[in-house]
């Protein structure tokens, strides 16, 4: 008998497969499965053409049988088999299977955790096995042959007996090491949690025997109970997976057992999506939008990404490439017939399906979210309070790339509602002599109804959408315009709105209080870009506003932030000429300098800790304020 030399490329790859650690063996299981599998349609596929053939469906299936005593695990399948011929070619060399430049690619990468995510094919049955024999009978043939290796230094084919067409694998299990412990692969529960956790939607029964107790049946009443052991064979995937069901088969409590079932999450999900795509990319998919926030879900330690299945096999836990980042909250599984087993990550990353199918899944959500927001409202703001903040993210990031799709998502609170809006909402009852957008930033709702800059745009009537969260400003001056209205803060230089005619008066003391305003500003030294009359102010004496486009409440994000640049928003003391305040200003100009002084540090610093700003020396705020009152 003479042993054949592996191709050069296999033995590499062989020797790459034996001598690292994998931290997932058990997938040689899926990959022998799926071997298995598609031996079997082999079969189908010739029936349907060939009447000869009979496809007698209760005849097709895949047994898995472990021998503790002889340490083999065996795989037998009732598929097309393979000649001597196939043999040679199909099990001596590898590299047509693509598994080969998917090695090179990845050789000093993370190895081993990719050889786990992807199919290695046959060869994987080396991580667990030290001698691996294949028998084997073509359909057609009334010959069978034996293959055997025992790993790199390549295999013998010998003549063999097989009764039934098909392939019959016997893995040699490894003796345990010290690290390493094999006998895990012999036993029952453990190759039953890997069948069910890669292969449970293979379409063929995996079958295996378990073994069992039972009371012994013909027992004496009243006696001890005596038991017996008995072995049953049973098919332990569940072969139709949900998501190849029709809709209409299905009902939401399935779809919710499924997202239980998987671990998506907790939670009960709030919408799901079952996709069924016949068009230039054939894929199915049921996504989910969850409900509450995953605990880590604004960490770094959260990982977005689907499940994604080639065929009904698992080949990836989290495909991130699946999911845009704004839409990370959404959990799922796509299983697609397009996709290879035999495809590595980077490979991945540049497959033009998966491109697609990604494309089709993030308008498929971003429709999805919209109905909601339409027809479920309360729904939808459940959704809104769990995830609004990533999408707000998704508006600011990539440079504003995003924002087509998500600013008809967005909400905001409402000054006069005094609940969510869309923005379209609000464009569609502003006013007509309504110009702008209009925003105010705040730490909270109720500081903001607060603030005196609001007090012209609402004295107009106008809506006012509160800006509470941090990304907020961010993410509006990334959009910058909605349906050809331009957002504006309440704290602007310019708002937009023509006085009323029958107040001329900041008009008038800006031109005649100009030396007033000016020494005011000499005396906060620089603090402030310009001192001015309001004509934004009604009832309040004074506020801060800003020019430019850095806002008070950005700068205080900003400030906030490590290594942060110090910036400084332009800011505008604005005083309201029509409040008795202003007279005493006046007052003092012409009599006491002192006393302006001692006026206006009051007045700044009053308008900083309206705008939630700190004071830069409270003691002295504090006493000046007793100066005023003895
Ligand atoms: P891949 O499955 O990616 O092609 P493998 O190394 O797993 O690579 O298998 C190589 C080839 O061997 C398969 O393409 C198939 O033709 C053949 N083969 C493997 N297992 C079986 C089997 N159980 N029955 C019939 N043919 C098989």
Redesign the pocket.
């Known amino acids: 008998m003479v042993k054949q030399e592996f191709k050069a490329e296999s033995k590499r790859l062989l020797e790459m497969m034996i001598n690292s650690i994998y931290t997932q063996r058990e997938i040689f299981l899926r ?2 499965i ?3 599998s ?2 079997i349609d ?1 079969i189908y596929y010739k029936a349907l053409t060939d009447d000869n053939i009979a496809f007698n469906a209760a005849d097709y299936f895949v047994k898995i049988t472990a021998d503790k005593e002889n340490r083999t695990l065996t ?1 037998a ?1 009732t ?4 000649t001597r011929e ?1 043999l040679e070619t ?2 001596g060399v ?1 590299a ?4 080969l430049s998917f090695k090179k690619e990845n050789e000093s990468k993370d190895g081993h955790n990719i050889i786990g995510q992807f ?6 049955a080396f991580m667990v096995a030290d001698r691996v024999t ?1 028998t ?1 009978r073509a359909l057609g043939s009334a010959e069978a042959f034996q293959w055997e290796s025992e790993g790199a230094d390549g295999y013998t084919i010998v003549p063999a007996d097989k009764a039934a067409v ?2 019959e ?1 016997v893995l040699h299990i490894k003796p345990n090491t010290e690290d390493d412990n094999y006998d895990e692969f012999l036993e029952e529960y453990r190759l039953r949690a890997i069948v069910k956790k890669y292969s449970d939607f293979i379409r063929y029964p995996i079958k295996m025997d378990i073994k069992g107790q039972r009371p012994k049946a013909d027992a004496a009443e009243g006696a001890e109970p005596e038991f017996e052991s008995y072995v049953e064979e049973q098919t332990i995937n569940s072969m139709v997976p949900i998501w190849r069901k029709n809709k209409s088969e299905l009902t939401d409590a399935d779809y919710e057992q499924f997202y239980h079932e998987k671990r998506y999450g907790f939670d009960k999900p709030l919408k799901h999506i079952h996709i069924s795509a016949d068009g230039a990319v054939v894929y199915r998919a049921i996504l989910y939008v969850p409900e509450s926030t995953p605990f880590d879900y604004y960490t770094k330690e959260f990982e977005k990404g689907l499940e994604l299945y080639s065929n009904g096999v698992l080949i990836m836990d989290k495909c991130a490439d699946l999911l845009p980042d704004y839409f990370s909250f959404v959990k799922g599984m796509v299983d697609s017939e397009d996709l ?3 495809i590595s990550r980077e490979m991945l990353q540049h497959d033009r399906q998966l491109t697609l199918i990604a494309k089709n899944i993030k308008n498929k959500i971003k429709s999805t979210l919209l109905s909601l927001l339409k027809d479920e409202r309360d729904n939808y703001e459940k959704f809104y309070k769990s995830f609004g903040r990533q999408l707000k993210f998704g508006v600011y990031g990539d440079y504003g790339m995003n924002k087509d799709v998500l600013q008809d998502l967005l909400l905001f609170h409402s000054s006069k509602e005094n609940k969510l809006v869309s923005l379209d909402e609000y464009i569609a009852r502003m006013p007509e002599d309504q110009k702008f957008i209009y925003y105010a930033s705040g730490s909270s709702i109720e500081r903001i109804e607060k603030l005196p800059q609001t007090e012209l745009v609402s004295d107009k009537g106008y809506e006012i959408l509160y800006f509470t969260d941090d990304i907020d400003e961010f993410a509006i001056k990334s959009i910058m315009t909605y349906k050809e209205k331009t957002f504006k803060s309440v704290s602007s230089g310019d708002l937009g709105i023509e006085p009323d005619a029958d107040d001329d008066k900041p008009e008038a003391e800006e031109a005649g209080s100009k030396a007033l305003f000016e020494q005011m500003q000499t005396l906060l030294g620089g603090k402030v870009t310009k001192v001015k009359a309001s004509k934004r102010l009604k009832s309040h004496p004074v506020c801060l506003t800003s020019e430019g486009e850095l806002s008070i409440e950005m700068e205080k994000i900003l400030s906030a932030m490590p290594n942060n640049e110090n910036v400084h928003a332009e800011k505008v003391l604005e005083i309201n000429v029509n409040h008795p305040v202003f007279q005493s200003l006046k007052e003092a100009a012409e009599k006491d300098n002192e006393k302006l002084n001692l006026y206006t540090q009051l007045l700044y610093n009053q308008a900083l800790l309206i705008e939630g700003l700190p004071i830069q020396d409270p003691v002295a705020f504090t006493n000046d304020i007793c100066k005023v009152m003895v």
Not at 96 to 99: A, I, R
């Open positions: 990959e022998l799926s071997n298995a598609d031996a082999k795989l399948d598929g097309i088999g393979m196939e199909n099990l590898i047509k299977s693509g598994s199919g290695v094919g046959f060869y994987a294949v084997s098909g392939t694998i290879s087993l035999n």
